[in-house]
Antibody, heavy 120, light 107 residues
Framework: QVLLQESGPGLVKPSETLSLTCAVS????????WSWIRQPPGKGLELIGFISNTGNTNSSPSLKSRVTISRDMSKNEFSLNLRSVTAADTAVYYC??????????????WGQGKTVSVSS | DIQMTQSPPSLSAYVGDRVTITCRASQTISTYVSWYQQKPGKAPKFLIYAASSLASGVPSRFSGSGSGTDFTLTISSLQPEDLAIYYC?????????FGQGTKVEIK
């Protein structure tokens, strides 16, 4: 059984960096693509970006200048850094596994989500 | 970016009804569409991939169809546990995008 678990601070101050980690068990991050998705309160789903099985990354153009996605193969986990946060970044943050050869079959396994609030 | 427009935004139906949700892409996307179910306070659940393939463990009352720009998710016989918001998603072009969601309620 593949399990994903997000971890990190639940409260971040404006202008600081939001940092989250997704620990993967039951699969290797050297397989598949792995994504970060967020959901502001009462709103829909927004893709943040992904890291591929080979370590390539890509991020949504609207967030690209503030986002870094990385991985730690020794811990089988991948991470999200979102810089210069504002209240608009308050959301539930999900990590997910992308199925398909290039992640193109959608997100078949999701973490439970991490609520992150941006407030002073 | 490819826009995914879902309709209706919400619907209310009786247990046992057939329910159809539509998703229209702003450009052709072959069959690179997946569907998700999100219950209150929970993470989304993978239902359908490649427009019409049922994900593992998903009840057979769920089905998907379509190609090009128009896609549908059908629940053949609505059950009380199907109360949720349903999202379509395209993975044809990056940035991958989601529809705005359809809220399904039980009458």
């Amino acid at each position: 059984q593949v399990l994903l678990q997000e971890s990190g601070p639940g409260l971040v101050k404006p202008s600081e960096t939001l940092s989250l980690t997704c620990a993967v068990s039951g699969d290797s991050i050297s397989r598949y693509y792995w994504s970060w998705i967020r959901q502001p309160p009462g709103k829909g789903l927004e893709l943040i970006g992904f890291i591929s099985n080979t370590g390539n990354t890509n991020s949504s153009p609207s967030l690209k200048s503030r986002v870094t996605i990385s991985r730690d193969m020794s811990k089988n986990e991948f991470s999200l850094n979102l810089r210069s946060v504002t209240a608009a970044d308050t959301a539930v943050y999900y990590c997910a596994r992308n199925s398909g050869g290039y992640g193109d079959y959608g997100m078949d396994v999701w973490g439970q989500g991490k609520t992150v609030s941006v407030s002073s | 970016d490819i826009q995914m427009t879902q309709s209706p935004p919400s619907l209310s139906a009786y247990v046992g009804d057939r329910v159809t949700i539509t998703c229209r892409a702003s450009q052709t996307i072959s069959t690179y569409v997946s569907w998700y179910q999100q219950k209150p306070g929970k993470a989304p659940k993978f239902l359908i991939y490649a427009a019409s393939s049922l994900a593992s463990g998903v009840p057979s009352r769920f089905s998907g169809s379509g190609s090009g720009t128009d896609f549908t998710l059908t629940i053949s016989s609505l059950q009380p546990e199907d109360l949720a918001i349903y999202y379509c998603h395209q993975s044809y072009n990056f940035p991958w995008t989601f529809g705005q969601g359809t809220k399904v309620e039980i009458k």
